[in-house]
């Protein structure tokens, strides 16, 4: 099997909208299971889910990052988590960190991760 069968596509790196996050739902669960936040050629990639109580980042489909785009919230309690690194900088999550997940940028220009990840 080869390494790009064990991937799973997400997008186009071009359709990430820059200096924003936008949100993926591969196992078409109707709820997205990660989000990426794109910074020139940097992606971060984190697991949809606040490490202070589970729940689901943002308020409405992609609504990701604070107003300015500083920071990645968590709309149920407002915590404020890094975008670089996940760590909680403000609020209930403090000390805690958003759960890192590796995205790959293949060769064709797509965004992907790999099927083990998913769980």
């Not at 997400?10 to 936008?22: I, S, T």
């Not at 697991?47 to 300015?68: F, I, M, T």
């Amino acid at each position: 099997m080869s390494p790009q069968a064990d991937l799973v596509t997400l997008c186009g790196f071009d359709e990430l909208p820059e200096g924003n996050a936008r949100g993926f739902d591969p196992l078409q669960r109707g709820r997205d299971l990660l989000f990426i936040v794109k910074r020139g050629a940097t992606l971060k990639a984190y697991r949809n889910r606040c490490p202070h109580q589970g729940a689901s980042l943002p308020w409405k489909k992609n609504a990701y990052l604070n107003a300015d785009g500083s920071r990645i919230v968590c709309s149920a309690h407002g915590a404020l988590f890094d975008i670089d690194t996940g760590q909680c900088l403000q609020g209930p999550a403090l000390g805690q960190a958003l759960e890192s997940m590796d995205v790959h940028l293949t060769t064709d220009g797509n965004v992907s991760l790999k099927r083990e990840d998913l769980d």
